[in-house]
């Protein structure tokens, strides 16, 4: 225990006030620095863990390190020229920072880009079953899953013969979500999935991740600017700024914070709009005690 951060230590002292065990962590990650052209140092010294089952958001403003976070957790920065120089990623008490990616799909872990990614020229029910191609567990079985895709995401039925390319922000946001379901994943990793799409819309993509996470008992990891929709529908959070966690906590209390009241949901009755203006070691002090 003594060489985890203050961080994670906590994380497990309220663990334990909560009834829960160690055991239940599905994500472990422990102080990992990421090196970009082997030179640009984007995290430092990261400490997250992500319960089985539950929703965990990463929150904070444009280049934080979010995605970044979750490019580590998937092993995609190799094609970004990134790399973990330090710390380490454990599922379910695994390291897997030198697993492939396809490794990581084979035990369940998905990722879904920001900006969606769909397939421009496939139908929108093509894109899905593109998710499925890793499956070995025979038709009728991933026919069955494309069921209860479209189960959640009935817009995505109505529209699933309509080629990707011309079908709305939000209907693309459902299809790349659920095509990461057709690969009947343990845990998503969802970036950014508030970009670009109207409010309405918004609300009802995490309508369909917090159902999904209590129906399927899918668990969520994902990155999104919109703190107080992420809140809302989160269990727990996480905020990163300048590539270093500066405040974690379960979702009501985080909500409640003064300090993301102010800084991230807009609803400080101070002079100051955004972390920038404060100097850093008053901000710091005051985060971080």
Known sequence: ???????????????????????????????????????????????????????????????????????????????????????????????????????????????????????????????????????????????????????????????????????????QQMCAIGRALMANPKMVLLDEPSMGLAPQIVEEVFEIVKDLNTKERVTFLLAEQNTNMALRYADYGYILENGRIVMDGEAKALRENEDVKEFYLGMGGGDRKSFRDAKSYKRRKRWLS
């Open 1 to 171: 225990m003594a060489g985890l951060s203050r961080a994670p230590r906590a994380a497990l002292g309220r663990e334990r006030e909560q009834g829960r065990t160690v055991s239940n962590i599905l994500l472990n990650v422990n102080g990992i620095e990421v090196i970009y052209n082997h030179v640009i140092l984007v995290l430092k010294g990261v400490s997250l863990q992500v319960p089985e089952g539950g929703v965990v958001a990463l929150l904070g403003g444009n280049g934080a390190g979010k995605t970044t976070t979750l490019r580590a957790v998937s092993n995609l920065l190799a094609g970004e020229r990134g790399e973990v120089t330090k710390g380490s990623i454990e599922l379910r008490g695994e390291r897997i920072e030198k697993l492939s990616t396809s490794a990581m799909v084979d035990r369940g872990v998905i990722q879904v880009m920001e900006g969606r990614h769909c397939f421009a020229h496939l139908t929108i029910e093509e894109n899905l079953l593109t998710g499925a191609y890793t499956r070995k567990d025979g038709k009728a079985a991933v026919a069955q899953t494309l069921d209860k895709v479209y189960n959640y995401f009935p817009r995505l039925k109505t529209r699933r013969t309509s080629q990707a390319a011309y079908t709305s922000g939000g209907e």
